[in-house]
Nanobody, 125 residues
Framework: QVQLVESGGGLVQAGDSLRLSCAAS????????MGWFRQAPGKERELVAS??????????ADYADTVKGRFTISRDNSNTVSLQMNSLKPDDTAVYYC????????????????WGKGTLVTVSS
C-alpha cells in the first residue's frame, strides 16, 4: 500500500520561510514524477512544483509562475521530496498536497496516482 506523508506546515508571517517534506512508502518511485500541489479555499487545486525523472539520480524541476524564484523543490531520493518556501505571501495560504505519479507540462497536470493528506500553510500579513 502506497502512502505519502507530509510534514512541515504551519502558521507564519509574510516574508518568512517554511520547508515541507514528503516521504513515500510502499514501493520505489525512481522514475515517477513527484511534487507539490496546493488548494486555497474556494479555488481549484494547482500544481506548485514538480520533479520529473530524466536519468539516474537526475530530475527536472518545474515551478508555477507564482512561486518561481521563491520556492525550491528538491528530490532528495526516489521516495522523498521537499519544498523550501521563502518570502512567503498571504496568497500562498493553502493546503499543500504531496503527489506522486502524474504528468505535467506548462502548468497543466493529470493522472495523479497518489495523494498525501495535505498540510496547512497559513501566511499572515
Amino acid at each position: 500500500q502506497v502512502q505519502l506523508v507530509e510534514s512541515g506546515g504551519g502558521l507564519v508571517q509574510a516574508g518568512d520561510s517554511l520547508r515541507l517534506s514528503c516521504a513515500a512508502s510502499g514501493g520505489t518511485f525512481s522514475r515517477d514524477a513527484m511534487g507539490w500541489f496546493r488548494q486555497a479555499p474556494g479555488k481549484e487545486r494547482e500544481l506548485v512544483a514538480s520533479t520529473k525523472w530524466m536519468w539516474v539520480n537526475n530530475y527536472y524541476a518545474d515551478y508555477a509562475d507564482t512561486v518561481k524564484g521563491r520556492f525550491t523543490i528538491s528530490r532528495d531520493n526516489s521516495n522523498t521530496v521537499s519544498l523550501q518556501m521563502n518570502s512567503l505571501k498571504p496568497d500562498d495560504t493553502a493546503v499543500y498536497y504531496c503527489a506522486l505519479g502524474f504528468t505535467a507540462s506548462n502548468g497543466r497536470w493529470s493522472g495523479v496516482r497518489y495523494w498525501g493528506k495535505g498540510t496547512l500553510v497559513t501566511v499572515s500579513s
